[in-house]
């Protein structure tokens, strides 16, 4: 980077070239020191954005993470949906879909931000003040953003990119055309830094968003960091019927009931398809309500055991594994060991009791003593997994509002 | 295409019209068209410099010298200079936001796994203390990132000791294991090698009873011995203390967090040693932190669920939880109204249509004087109700570290349980004026001392830590139970 400059030396004549030459040396020394500045912030923004692509591939795969006993009908990816059929518009950023958008691309522009804490100490932590670190160390602060934009614009969608908070925060939006009158957004998803925020058309200079974090930045610590580093706002229209389908689904079978788990909203119904293949929907399914698996049956037996601990009970074929469970004399839980011998060398070490599973045989080990007490087995029967379907309908009676589906999924009972 | 001079913020752009800006209004022209032309001008010399530096006026050759011709070049690149300056702190501030919002944006989603994999369903009800959405009320602290609640936390100092690679560590390194020490994640201290023995060493005596570890990556990293010692004399075992043959350190560690944490009673060490092994491919071993840290807390602490509304009915209630008999413990309890509240123990439990969970923690101050004796009492068990009566007991300070105790007992007719571990050697027993033979009494790995043969009155005497099992009563502060998950199952 360094550039050869001529050196003068102690009585030598002046030369204006040789003085030209000095000054064009340290310009073009100057103007490789900014040319590296500039491939330096070229690269770091190139690969901040490479690296920003995979976390968000990541953030997708971890909404797959799977919550025990349960099926995911997700929007948060295109992976389960039925493209094809689906007329309903799907953000997949913020996981949510909607009736199919009409947007009017706006141009927001903002002119200014500002931010105050509830409490605790604030500092910015950039140049241009989107980002806020708040020190508390007394309760969780109360962060306020309230954004001008450069004119009046009508908005009802607004998607703003936040410096991400850990666990559940409390988001709410609200606008205003005039600073004194708020219209808060009538509803608002965040997903992970992303946020969507819908609201109903209305003329909008002013964007005030409140943030309540639910944990510091760090664990234990009592930094707070608020952010809102980018923000686009579009004035939407919606169609007033809009569907939204999935792929059939593979479920296991854990229990003779499930429940649909999802928003109760109106303009929102679900229909599910069972073992149906697609196409054969249900009556419309309300969430939270037993819903019967087809063909899984659930039985109880009572009975003792033979002098060697084998229970008297005969497991039909299609018992669901995993669906077994033993309950002694005492209503004790008795866990059950898959492949357990009976023979084990070792079983006579055991500390607790078992109900070792071998083939269709429960032997209860280490055999009690007597053997005459009361034992109960509940197991189910029928196929170990079904397939399940959702179709979203939703539906509206004003096209400047629209019901938004969040995601659902289906939750043993 | 991205230029730099595009960027609004860029440095070199702003300064040059925060200049100009003041020459604008330094100027004093006739007509406003003269002004427009002029600012035109002004702005357009700005845009066409760019990202560049300014171009130098050239010093004409055969000309009389000009101070301006020197000095109006020597400024110009003194504000470059200046400008660059500014530059190079707009590009560091920038990529530390960047750097700021992708960790944010990494929390943030490690946050959202955990809290899937700890998630409550209609069948059951899972506590992980990973964060606080079915919590309604607690006095107790809970460690995010551990996944831990325990008694009102005090204070917590973070100790530094001396770390040093032990002789029996097997394989090598180029780093320093002292950078595990910042505290921070961002240094990689890697061993090559299946095993790591970590000595670490205290300038003085402190009271411990936290370690956490960051490996860089999860490839079946344990902690396979874990020894605490107070003066070099007394060695503890953590992990026999904690009923645990090691300590894996992979993602469940810290509950997805990243990190493993360790805690176990508090102790008072001089020296430590730790052994971590890889039972992988006995390659390498990459850390990113170790600390030891000193917790105290208050004597009790309660967390209270919110109202939750399933599972009901007969369901299976599992804690994991560390508790110290008789020092600290948690007790468990369920309510139908928020409001009176029904102890529970592990096992099959009934739960209505609404219920809360409650956990209290509690310290017994009495358990911890009780420790202070040298022998345990033993009114409460029957084995040793009419085994001997302590007759006297006194305590002679030998140095800082290691006193000696004199104990007078008759009635022998059991063992006696000593509460302290003789420094080995030092045990001395006596009847009357004569010493006994070291085979007509037996002291075992639990510090029972039995006698072989009839004794009557003996004069027991040992050298033991001043800051061992005796020095427990000022341990008491640093006891707590820890609750690790509380699952109520259908």
Known sequence: ?413 | MFTTITDPDNALLVNRLGRIQAQVQALSLSTREDYMAQLISMVNAVINNGYQMQSPTLITSQTPASVGDFVNVMLALNTDCGDIADEIARLENNASVLYNLSAAIQNSMRQQMREAIYESTANQFVEGFINQNQMSSSTATVDFVAGTASATLIKETVLSPTLSVGLNSVGTTADSIGSLQTGTSINLFTWTGELLEIIVVFPSPAIVNRLVVVPDDYKGYEITSMTASPDGSLFTDVLAVLGVPSIVLDATGGKYSGSTVVDFPALTVSSMRIVLENRVDGTTIPLRSLSLTQRSYQATASITSSCQTAPTGLVAFEVDQQVSSPYVSITHQVSQDGVNFTTIVPGLVTLAANWWYRALFGRSASAFQASAQPIQPTTADPGYSSGFTLVSSSTTSISLTTMERNLVINNITGPIPLRETPIPGTLSVRQGTVYLTPSQYALDSNNNLTFLSAVSTVTVTYQTAMAGPANLATLQSYYTAILRQVRFTA
Not at chain 1, 56 to 85: E, H, K, M, P, W
Not at chain 1, 332 to 351: K, T
Request: charged share 10%; net charge negative.
């Open chain 1, 1 to 413: 980077m360094s550039t050869v400059v001529p050196v003068f030396s102690m009585g030598e004549s002046a030369s204006a070239s040789q003085m030209n030459l000095v000054f064009s040396g340290l310009q073009s020394q100057g103007n490789a020191v900014l040319q590296t500045l500039s491939e330096i912030q070229l690269t770091t923004l190139v690969d901040y954005q490479r690296r920003l692509t995979a976390l968000n591939a990541r953030r997708q795969r971890a909404a797959r993470v799977l919550v025990y006993g349960t099926t995911g009908f997700l929007v948060s990816d295109f992976c389960d949906i039925d493209q094809g059929t689906t007329t309903a518009t799907v953000r997949a950023d913020t996981a949510s879909a909607t009736l199919r958008e009409r947007s009017i691309p706006g141009q927001v522009e903002v002119i200014s931000t500002t931010f105050t804490s509830s409490s605790g100490t604030i500092q910015s932590i950039d140049a241009n003040n989107t980002l806020f670190s708040v020190y508390n160390s007394v309760g969780i602060p109360t962060g306020t953003f309230v954004l001008t934009l450069a004119e009046i614009t009508d908005i009802s969608l607004l998607t703003i990119d936040i410096s991400a908070l850990s666990s559940s925060p409390t988001i709410t939006v609200s606008v205003s055309g005039n600073g004194l009158t708020w219209v808060p957004a009538s509803s608002v998803k965040l997903s992970g830094y992303q946020m969507n925020a819908w609201l109903p058309l209305t003329p909008v200079k002013y964007v005030r968003v409140v943030m309540v974090p639910s944990q510091p930045d760090n664990m234990g610590g009592s930094t707070y960091t608020f952010g809102i580093t980018d923000l686009t706002g579009t004035e939407v229209s919606y169609n007033l019927v809009s569907d939204l389908y999935f792929n059939d689904l593979s479920v296991a079978v854990s229990s003779i009931t499930v429940q649909l788990v999802a928003n109760k909203a109106p303009g929102i119904t679900y229909y599910l398809s069972l073992n149906g293949s697609g196409g054969s929907y249900s009556a419309a399914v309300v969430p939270n309500t037993p819903i019967a698996l087809p063909g899984v049956h659930a039985t109880t037996w009572n009975g003792g055991m033979s002098s060697s601990g084998v229970l008297d009970v005969t497991l039909p074929g299609n018992v669901i594994p995993g669906s077994i469970s033993v309950t002694g004399p005492s209503s004790e839980v008795i866990p059950i060991v898959p492949g357990l011998s009976a023979s084990d060398l070792n079983i006579a070490n055991l500390f607790n009791t078992y109900a070792s599973l071998v083939g269709s045989v429960l032997t209860v080990l280490p055999v009690p003593s007597p053997t005459t007490g009361a034992y109960s087995v509940t197991y189910l029967t029928g196929p170990s997994s079904i397939t399940a379907s959702l179709w979203v309908h939703l539906a509206t009676l004003n096209s400047t509002t629209t019901p938004i589906f969040t995601g659902a999924y289906l939750e043993a009972l």
